[in-house]
């Protein structure tokens, strides 16, 4: 069966941001000290912090985790059903985005039971590739709904 039209933005995109995310925290892992920090540019250190909550450190109960885990499997199976049933004919590039920044938190749940953050400019709580792609792909179907007002 042939993917339907566009669906390879969707894939691609949440394929680059797993492996993204998934490679840069294991060198993260291996490289770096936990709660220690590499200063990569003046306003940015790499800094090994563990989450075992969501954003911003909130929801840090360990019994959390594999709720954490069905809803981001969950997001990325409808995401993945909506594109097949041809319910997402536009932005696919942010739920890509979303698909894959979910599926990269969910992995590190799954088998190291906390997530890996290690992005760290100063002023805002460590996040890490999936947080990032999490964010922009929200940001940009904000930016859709506002547009279309």
Same mark, same amino acid.
């Given at each position: 069966m042939a993917m339907k039209k566009g !669906?390879? *933005?969707l894939y691609v995109t949440a394929l680059v941001v797993l492996v993204l995310d998934v490679v840069s925290k294991l060198i993260i892992r291996e490289t770096i000290g936990l709660n220690e920090s590499i200063v990569v540019l003046? %306003? +940015?250190s790499f800094t090994h912090v563990q989450n075992v909550g *969501? !954003? %911003?450190g909130l929801l840090q109960l360990p019994m959390m985790r594999w709720l954490l885990v069905i809803i981001a499997l969950a997001v990325a199976v409808l995401i993945a059903w909506s594109c097949k049933e041809n /319910? =997402? /004919?536009e932005h696919l590039l942010a739920w890509g985005l979303i698909m894959g920044g979910a599926l990269g938190n969910a992995i590190d749940r799954i088998f190291i039971g906390t997530v890996t953050d290690f992005i760290d400019v100063g002023f805002w709580p460590a996040f890490n590739v999936a947080d990032s792609a999490l964010t922009i792909g +929200? =940001? =940009?179907l904000v930016w859709h709904a506002m547009r279309k007002e």
């Open positions: !669906a390879h *933005i003046p %306003f +940015v *969501i !954003a %911003f /319910k =997402l /004919k +929200v =940001l =940009l």
